[in-house]
């Protein structure tokens, strides 16, 4: 889907909602997880004072708007780039393929009394060891895999009733995903918290709506360092992608939130 063609309604609105710094870094280097406990430490102390209250401001104004019910990252937010697929997992792949390979949503999931939210993460190469599941809080993890992704992971899944969607066949497509989130699970919103290698993907398949900044007074560098937008080049018969400034709100010790919505009648083709 080639940028400006954003004109589905079934699939749901996807709004980008990010931490950066002001030269659009959203981390600190491609090989330090903001999971990590140091490599958050000293991200939260660029953040100041400001920075807790605005983001609730902004998760309250996205929730008084569209009603979120699926959170999108991407397995780099867990584990690094030179991770590769999971082995060793201790399961048997005792189901056939064609079962395997089905979308998998446990009822005792989907029918849990508090279940109302997704905490959705792609990952079809199966990189990812989950130690957590939801259930709390009325979030439940819900992954995006492919058709390639391994067999042994796709039964690990099962046997922790971690719900999956196989949308894909050599890597998950996005499109189909939250086409498939909106038809399956009646999500009408998805906010995408991920890094720039997800965000990049969304952005140049032109599934992006809408993009909500925290931009921290501080600037990291660094040329391979992750940032909001990352992914392929323009090609050149690609247009870059215009937005149009919704609402700046600004603190005096230096934070910024900006809102932005995403264009997508068609560009000017670029110049031959």
Known sequence: MKQGSRSDADLPRVVVSVGMSVDARVTLSRDRLLLEEETARVWRSLSPSSAQALGDAREAELARLYQPRAVLEGSGTFVTDDAGPLTGLSVVV??????LYTDFLP???????DHDKWFTVVDGRGRVNWDMKGGSGGWDLLVLVARA???????FLRKERISYLVVGEERVDLA???????ERLGVTCVVSKAGG????ALLRAGLVDEIHLLVMP????GRGTPTLFDGPELTHDEAPTRLRLISVRTETDGMVWLRYEVLHDPAPAPAA
């Open 94 to 99: 005792d189901q056939p393929a064609d079962r």
């Open 107 to 113: 009822e005792e999931v989907l029918e849990r009394p």
């Open 149 to 155: 992704t391994p067999a042994e992971y796709l039964a």
């Open 176 to 182: 189909t995903a939250l086409r498939r989130m909106r």
């Open 197 to 200: 290698g997800l965000n990049g």
């Open 218 to 221: 501080a600037a990291i560098g």
